[in-house]
């Protein structure tokens, strides 16, 4: 049984650049969540994708987008890249079509801005 | 913003003792649960309580939720050099039966275990 798999694991990109982070989730599962970990800080909620459609989103700037394809998979993509977006991405994903309150995250992808 | 608030910061122990990590948060909650984090690694999901269960068990860990005061706890038994990771507390404030909407985390607990 897959779990959730996130490529790159690891990023380095200059202020201004755009970058593209993707998640593949568990298997069965048809929901993604997105989450933003700064150095020891708690991930901070991102959006969250459903049915390809964005269904929650929490307080992060439209530079912040995403995706969710038909095979459930989705990507982050985040524009115009400041150093403060240096941070820990994290992918979650669950079951909403079945009502399940369980997220389960991948390994992350670790970003760095200079 | 971040809702949980782990108490304490950081906590060291001698491998057998109990480690006993606290949860307060803010607003109403459908459920709360508990994730391991291993070194800036992935989560690993722990165990999730009810907002109408006070308490639950898996294997040696054990938590346990008050909505009254808003806070929850979890105990790990005989704790390993290997529960060494931060322990986050996450709510999740979903209002509706169809399925989690997002989690607010903590800061978390650093737990250090010493063999």
């Known amino acids: 049984d897959a779990g959730v798999t996130q490529s790159p694991t690891h990023l380095i990109k200059t202020r201004g650049q755009q970058v593209t982070l993707r998640c593949s989730p568990k298997?069965?599962?048809?929901?993604v969540s997105w989450y933003q970990q700064a150095l020891g800080q708690g991930p901070q909620f991102i959006f969250q994708?459903?049915?390809?459609?964005?269904?929650q989103r929490g307080n992060f700037p439209d530079r912040f987008s995403g995706h969710q394809f038909p095979n459930y998979s989705s990507e982050l993509n985040v524009n115009a890249l400041l150093l403060g977006d240096s941070a820990l991405y994290l992918c979650?994903?669950?079951?909403?079509?079945?009502?399940?309150?369980?997220?389960?995250f991948g390994p992350g992808t670790r970003l760095t801005v200079t | 913003s971040q809702q949980g608030e782990e108490d304490p910061q950081a906590l060291s122990i001698q491998e057998g003792e109990n480690a006993t990590m606290n949860c307060s948060y803010k607003?109403?909650?459908?459920?709360l649960q508990w994730y391991r984090q291993n070194s800036g690694r992935g989560l690993v999901h722990l165990i999730l309580?009810?907002?109408?269960?006070r308490e639950k068990h898996s294997g040696r860990l054990r938590v346990t939720l008050d909505t009254s005061k808003k806070s929850s706890s979890l105990l790990i038994t005989a704790s390993r050099a290997a529960d060494t990771a931060s322990y986050f507390c996450?709510?999740?404030?979903?209002?509706?039966?169809?399925?989690?909407?997002?989690?607010?985390f903590g800061k978390g607990t650093k737990l250090t275990v010493n063999p």
């Open positions: 298997s069965g599962h048809d929901t």
């Open positions: 309580i009810r907002s109408n269960e």
């Open positions: 996450a709510t999740d404030p979903s209002q509706t039966q169809g399925g989690s909407e997002k989690l607010v």
């Open positions: 979650a994903s669950s079951l909403k079509g079945q009502g399940s309150y369980e997220q389960y």
């Open positions: 994708y459903y049915e390809e459609e964005e269904r």
């Open positions: 607003t109403s909650i459908n459920n």
